[in-house]
C-alpha cells in the first residue's frame, strides 16, 4: 500500500513503526535475558538471537529511511503501548523468559504474516524478511520442554503463563487498533470475509495454541 504522492501511506508507516519498535524491544529484552540465562550455551544462544533482532531493525530503519521516513517518527506513536505490554509480562524466571520470547515473537510474527500480502510488494518482503527465523523456536522448545521434565510442577505454572501472554497481547494490540482509526480499515479491508480484527484475534489464538503445543504446555 503506497500514498498517492507515490511513497509509503500512513498504514504502512504505522505497521512498520510497530514492527520496528517491537524488534528494537526485543534486543533489548534478549540481550536482559541472555546476562540471565543460566549456562554459557544459553547466554551465548540468547546473544546470538539479540544480533539478529537488531539487525532485523536496521532492515526496516534503511527501508523507512529510503523513503523519507525516520523510524523514530514511526516507533514513537506505539512506544507507551509496547512498553505497558512488556511492563505488564515481565518474567520471573529464566524458563518464563524464554517462553515469553517464544510466543510473544509467535504472535507478532503471525500478525505480520497475515499483513504482510495486504501491503506493496517491497513491504511485503521486507516484512517476511524481518520474521525470518532466529534460531529461537528450536532453543525455546527444548530448553522448557527439559526444564518440565526435570520439574514437573513448573508445566502447570508455565501453562498459565503462557495463556496469560495471549491476553495481554490481544488486550494491548486491541488497544492499538482502536487508537488508529486507519490501522483499523486497513485490517477490516485486507482481512475481507475473514471476520476483520476479531477474525484476525482468532486466526492468531489458534496458532498461539499450536505453539505451547509444541512447548509442552497445551
Known sequence: M?????????VTVELLGVLAYGELSAFDRLAEDARAAPTLAGRAQLSTMAAAEIGHFRLIEDHLGGAGVAVADAMAPFVSLVDS???????RSWLESLVKAYLGDGLGADFYREVAGWVDPATGELVRKVLADTGHSAFAEREVRAGCAANPAQRDRLALWGRRLLGEAVTHAQRVVAERDDLAEFIVLGSGERGGVAGLIKTVQVAHGRRMGRLGLS
Open 2 to 10: 503506497t500514498s498517492d504522492a507515490g511513497g509509503p501511506s500512513s
Open 85 to 91: 505490554y512488556h511492563a505488564s509480562t515481565a518474567p
